[in-house]
T-cell receptor, first 114, second 116 residues
């Protein structure tokens, strides 16, 4: 099955700095890669996603890059703010029987210091 | 759009009792619903995938007789933890995927279960 590795497990930055979270996946058939943000005690919220036919996608301060050959994808947050502090999960999804089944990374706890 | 609700948000029960958790998609029809378990400071562990009107597909290691899943309609799925034990205490989260974008999952707010 799919295996997703996510690094780092904890990331501490100063407000205004950039943050980068990296994930690798094992199954080359995976074709959809969402990123979720989860604040303490709350639901995961989709913040950005990318499909395998695209190399990069940007939405304001957030960007995601995908390297299919190397099977890794990364989340980039620029001009970080304290409200960006949360746990971020990457996932690699594979279509199976009409559903997309994601495998999640272990999460990265991002702390943005004011 | 794409709002998913979950009820109850918290439940405390005695060991040996059963607990039912409901997951509803409020503004879209969910062709597929997913149930996850999340331990403190850990990732989301997929328990099962359910499609409306058919039996759930359980992930390896998840006991289907212990965690009963019913997907009765395109907007409702339920998870019943039968004969709950303290080790079943956890945060249970559902998610739903709709017909227009099957690959995107929208999560419910989660249910914190504590079994005494």
């Amino acid at each position: 099955g799919e295996n997703v590795e996510q690094h780092p497990s904890t990331l501490s930055v100063q407000e205004g700095d950039s943050a980068v979270i990296k994930c690798t996946y094992s199954d080359s058939a995976s074709n959809y890669f969402p990123w979720y943000k989860q604040e303490l005690g709350k639901r995961p919220q989709l913040i950005i996603d990318i499909r395998s036919n695209v190399g990069e996608k940007k939405d304001q301060r957030i960007a995601v890059t995908l390297n299919k050959t190397a099977k890794h994808f990364s989340l980039h947050i620029t001009e970080t703010q304290p409200e960006d502090s949360a746990v971020y999960f990457c996932a690699a999804s594979l279509g199976r029987g009409g559903s997309y089944i994601p495998t999640f990374g272990r999460g990265t706890s991002l702390i943005v210091h004011p | 759009g794409a709002v998913v609700s979950q009820h109850p948000s918290r439940v405390i029960c005695k060991s040996g009792t059963s607990v039912k958790i409901e997951c509803r998609s409020l503004d879209f029809q969910a062709t597929t619903m997913f149930w996850y378990r999340q331990f403190p400071k850990q990732s989301l562990m997929l328990m099962a995938t359910s499609n409306e009107g058919s039996k759930a597909t359980y992930e390896q290691g998840v006991e289907k007789d212990k965690f009963l899943i019913n997907h009765a309609s395109l907007t409702l799925s339920t998870l019943t933890v039968t004969s709950a034990h303290p080790e079943d205490s956890s945060f249970y989260i559902c998610s739903a995927a709709g017909p227009s974008r099957e690959e995107t999952q929208y999560f419910g707010p989660g249910t914190r279960l504590l079994v005494l």
